[in-house]
């Protein structure tokens, strides 16, 4: 009896050294959870960064081909478009080129491992017999992140497409 007394003392001791083993061995499995997740936490937190670029180039192309409508020409300052956008943000340096008939909007980001941006707005005829015109706009971002200005569209039979190394944003 004093032997099964024994037996039964034993048993919550090496319950508890069983589970100390098990935290033991799972412990390097719980630690490395955190490492697996921050790269998917960054490519959000790198999406968020980029909706405000893609907000504001989208917004200066829409006012860009308002300006055209109303002074016939594209404006060449961000001042000039009358939306409040500061011209540098934490993230992006917003800057325009324009000319009386295109005007490139840029967002350029200031970290490497955030896209930039860059819309454009065209002034064209589409009927040459009637000298019928229209603007038309779009908004590409660059395919890789990186801090240079990226190569700005083009219009190409009456289209806009997007520049080298660069892609149309999708609404």
Do not use: H, W
């Not at 490395?32 to 504001?56: C, H, T």
């Not at 055209?68 to 300052?77: C, H, L």
């Not at 490139?104 to 019928?132: L, T």
């Amino acid at each position: 009896m004093a032997k099964n007394q024994e037996n039964m003392n034993d048993s919550p001791k090496s319950g508890g050294k069983l589970r100390f083993i098990l935290f033991l061995l799972m412990l390097p499995i719980i630690a490395s959870i955190p490492v697996f997740s921050l790269p998917s936490f960054e490519g959000q937190a790198n999406k968020a960064k980029q909706s405000e670029a893609r907000q504001y180039v989208g917004s200066m192309n829409r006012a860009q081909q308002s300006k055209y409508a109303e002074n016939g020409s594209f404006v060449n300052s961000i001042e000039a478009l009358e939306l409040g956008i500061k011209t540098e943000t934490t993230n992006y340096r917003y800057s325009i080129d324009a000319t009386k008939n295109t005007a490139f909007n840029y967002g350029v980001a200031k970290d490497k491992k955030i896209k930039s941006f860059v819309g454009g707005a065209f002034f064209f005829k589409f009927d040459q017999v009637r000298q019928e015109t229209t603007t038309v706009s779009i908004l590409c971002q660059e395919k890789k992140a990186g801090t240079t200005k990226p190569n700005p569209p083009k219009l190409e039979n009456d289209q806009a497409v997007c520049g080298a190394g660069t892609e149309e944003v999708k609404k």
